[in-house]
């Protein structure tokens, strides 16, 4: 005999984190496109960037917001229609979801509330970047964006001091200059990456010290 729980569960939705291009239309799985169009509803971080997606594909299906700015209840939302049988596909404004992404916050609340989740990988912006990086990948650790608080930012960096392994970080562009002055003073004029726009039309991977790549940023006012 199957408990009640166990049959609430089994009529349950499932949320499937779904990997999304960083740039190049192309570069999304036939899973992903499947999963697009066959949920009842897409979670997205911008609908505007997620319905030009969904327009090249000829997807239909419906879609909510789900961002840093509206999680706290819309969160509650999406789990009640999952509970009541709604398939709903989570997806970010580029790449895997739940890294240094809102849906890390949906991905846990569904775990306590024994939601199944499923993903459906495809491009992380991270490995992509480091696959040409040229900087040892047999250990490295992902931070993602520092603080944007200059204090708080120098006192992260600091921690980081003794890390041996490659650390791959986010940064936006209009933060630049002022995270590399500060990685520059902490950790030391070291051998750096910086990749932007990847896989888009402007893609650029620069290699140098730090002090290097800070300069050609400067000259180019970014």
């Known amino acids: 005999m199957i408990s009640d729980k166990g049959t609430h569960e089994?009529?349950?939705?499932?949320?499937?984190?779904?990997?999304?291009?960083i740039g190049n239309m192309e570069d999304i799985t036939l899973r992903a496109l499947k999963v697009l169009k066959e949920v009842g509803l897409i979670a997205a971080e911008?609908?505007?960037?997620?319905?030009?997606?969904?327009?090249h594909y000829t997807i239909k299906t419906p879609i909510t917001t789900y961002n840093s700015h509206n999680q706290h209840y819309k969160g509650r939302?999406?789990?009640e229609k999952v509970k009541s049988g709604l398939n709903i596909a989570l997806v970010s404004d580029a790449g895997t979801p739940s890294?240094?992404?809102p849906g890390s916050r949906l991905v846990r609340e569904a775990i306590d509330n024994h939601i199944?989740?499923?993903p459906?990988?495809?491009v992380s912006a991270s490995l992509?970047?480091?696959s040409v990086s040229g900087l040892p990948t047999d250990s490295f650790i992902f931070v993602g964006f520092l603080s944007?608080?200059?204090?708080?930012?120098r006192k992260e960096l600091d921690d980081l001091k003794r890390e041996a392994r490659t650390i791959i970080f986010f940064e936006s562009p209009h933060r630049l200059i002022k995270m590399l002055t500060d990685m520059h003073e902490i950790l030391g004029n070291r051998d750096i990456v910086v990749a932007k726009e990847m896989t888009k039309v402007f893609e650029e991977v620069k290699k140098g010290s730090v002090s290097k790549i800070l300069s050609s940023f400067e000259d180019e006012k970014i």
Not at 10 to 21: A, D, E, R
Not at 46 to 55: I, V
Request: charged letters at 30%; proline letters at 5%; aromatic letters at 2%.
């Open 128 to 130: 992509t970047a480091l």
């Open 99 to 101: 890294l240094s992404d």
């Open 10 to 21: 089994l009529h349950q939705g499932k949320i499937y984190i779904v990997s999304t291009p």
């Open 46 to 55: 911008s609908k505007e960037r997620t319905r030009k997606l969904c327009t």
């Open 77 to 79: 939302v999406l789990l």
């Open 148 to 153: 944007n608080k200059k204090g708080r930012r």
């Open 120 to 122: 459906i990988p495809g």
């Open 116 to 118: 199944r989740l499923v």
